[in-house]
């Protein structure tokens, strides 16, 4: 396989992503959209790592953006939580505290 | 077709339809469900692209972790009876519009590149991978054996590019990208707890 058929993976996944974020109301989906992005940036960073001379460096910036995925994924967890249990829902729509 | 082709095909079909089908599931619980099922895949194709670190980092991590704790997300955030949290036919319509445009844009661009030339202009003439930069110990990458060279690299240490017969360089790894980013994870789960900590709940006054 070549290079390019990795790269358009990566690149449905970064769509689906976009798209998950732009519709989903729910909280948690906004944040699965996320996860989706960031996986199709892992899977570029790692067919760059495996076809081009960046070489370990590639897989070690796909293993930090996994490690800050998951950082990501707890606090905006958190959030929500806490955004729950003040307003009893989770829809992103009704989060117009700020006016913004 | 040869092995590496079809597992390729198989990885990426899932990967793809259970990105896609995130997308389209409206129930956070199923979505969570496609997520597994589409991160599970990627990290098979991290196994094909010769990263079995990053890979079983994926499968522990992400599914193993983040999932889990998006399920538990998903379980205390129960939606009420009255709020259906449904996106609107016109807005799916649209977001359909955009993505189809965006996935276009995105996908002529990876094919009108020439990656073999590109490849070959960035490589300057190295082969793609240095095996005589590789000591013994260190596998070759087609081995399947990144743990050692990372923890290395993660260290501060490249021996995959130092240390090897008639090498002049000296490459530094990422031991301060490292303990930034471990001390990173641990704030950031310290604040988790505090913000995510139970306490009274207060009425809604909306």
Redesign the interface.
Known sequence: MDLSSYLLVGAVLFVAGIVCMATKRNGIGVLMGVELVLNGANINFVAFANYTRLGLDGQVISLFVIVLAAAEAAVALAIALSYYNNHLTIDVDQANQLKG | MTG??LL?WIF?AV??GG??A??LTQN?VR??FW?IV??GA?SG??F????D??GT??LL??VG??LV??V???M??A??PF?K???RPG??FL??V??FL??GL??ST??S?D??RV?AA???G?P???RQALNHGYNL?QEGN?GH??GM??LGI?P??DLGVGSKTFSNG?LL?FEI?SV??LV??I??????RA?R??A?D?
């Open positions: 590496h082709q390729f990426a990967t793809c990105a896609i995130v997308v956070v979505m969570a997520l589409s991160l990627s194709l991290f094909l692209l010769n990263a670190f990053v980092a994926q991590v992400y972790g983040t704790l998006m538990f997300g998903v205390l955030t939606s009420g709020s949290m449904q996106t807005e799916l977001a359909g955009v993505a965006l996935l995105l996908g990876v094919c590149v990656w073999e490849v960035t490589n300057d190295h793609v991978v240095d990458p990144t060279p990372l690299a993660f490249r995959d590019r990422y990208p980013v990173h994870l950031v789960l604040a988790a707890a505090y913000l995510a306490k709940r207060v809604s909306d």
